[in-house]
């Protein structure tokens, strides 16, 4: 990349870590787990006031669904139906 009459390393400034691009998945668990009943959910971080603003979320045809805040990840209970 060249800017002003520089040359800049694109690398420099986007490292590859922080590059990554969503159909990438990281090699962490999920920090919590919960089963649930229904195919949507809301998620606040239940921290109260430490928490994250209240989402609400639907899984897809997968079975579970990531908050993007918390990364909790919800899991749809055994037995139960796609609504």
Known sequence: MESAGCSLDKEAYYPRAFTLNRSQTMPIEAPEVIEVDDT????????????????????????????????????????????
Do not use: N, Q, T
């Open 40 to 83: 949507r959910v809301k998620c606040d971080g239940s921290g109260g006031a430490l928490g994250h603003p209240r989402v609400y979320l639907e899984m897809g045809d997968e079975g579970f669904v990531e908050c993007p805040y918390c990364d909790r990840k919800f899991v749809l209970r055994a037995g139960a139906h796609h609504h």
